[in-house]
């Protein structure tokens, strides 16, 4: 099976401080990786998809500045919340898309990374 | 997204029994569907999968109905343990918006011992 990890898995930081989180795929290469935001009981939004090589490709409504995202290899992809405020308080998941042995496709996920702004 | 602010629907079930979480996709020309389990503080974790083409798909102790018409998505758990209880979510995958997977609501499922 395919493996992602993120780093750091939970991340405590002070307001207008800057955190990268990484996520990497331990066993295939990852063209595409997706970057998730997920608030306490609610369901996972799509924040934006990172593309090896170029520039990342933004969700209506989502900050390029403010989210900044680096697909820096083929196996790594870090998202960068730029001076977090409380409200940037979130999970963020990534995944990447891995397909096993010819048939479809399946978006593989990260363990995700618990930020909390104070 | 169409699903921030909207809280978690929960199924409370019988050790044993089978459970049945439903989702409703939006867009009728979604290419395939995955059903994941996601625990407290984990990532998702990939269930089952279903492509457009079919109607009924069987895993181990799991099963996916697909009702095109009226663009509805079913998860079947048989025998369900307390290992089962997460969240899961349903996600719809269009080849044609550069491979995104949209996530629906979701569903809380909990298995009482």
């Known amino acids: 099976g395919a493996v992602v990890s993120q780093h750091p898995s939970w991340v405590i930081c002070k307001s207008g401080t800057s955190v990268k989180i990484e996520c990497r795929s331990l066993d295939f290469q990852a063209t595409t990786m997706f970057w998730y935001r997920q608030f306490p009981k609610q369901s996972l939004m799509l924040m934006a998809t990172s593309n090896e090589g170029s520039k990342a490709t933004y969700e209506q409504g989502v900050e390029k500045d403010k989210f900044l995202i680096n697909h820096a290899s083929l196996t790594l992809s870090t998202l960068t919340v730029t001076s977090a405020h409380p409200e940037d308080s979130s999970f963020y998941i990534c995944?990447?898309?891995?397909?096993?042995?010819?048939?479809?496709?399946?978006?593989?996920f990260g363990p995700g990374t618990r930020l909390l702004v104070l | 997204g169409e699903n921030v602010g909207l809280h978690l629907p929960t199924l409370s079930v019988q050790e044993g029994d089978n459970s049945i979480i439903n989702c409703a996709y939006s867009?009728?020309?979604?290419?395939?569907f995955i059903w994941y389990k996601q625990e407290s503080g984990k990532g998702p974790q990939f269930i089952i999968d279903i492509r457009s083409n079919m109607d009924k798909r069987q895993g181990q102790r799991v099963t996916v109905l697909l009702n095109k018409t009226v663009k509805h998505l079913s998860l079947q758990i048989a025998a369900t343990q307390p290992g089962d209880s997460a969240v899961y979510f349903c996600a719809e995958f269009n080849y044609n918006q550069g491979g995104k997977l949209i996530f629906g609501q979701g569903t809380e499922l909990s298995v009482k011992p």
């Open positions: 995944s990447a898309p891995w397909t096993s042995g010819g048939s479809r496709e399946t978006q593989y």
């Open positions: 867009n009728s020309a979604s290419d395939y």
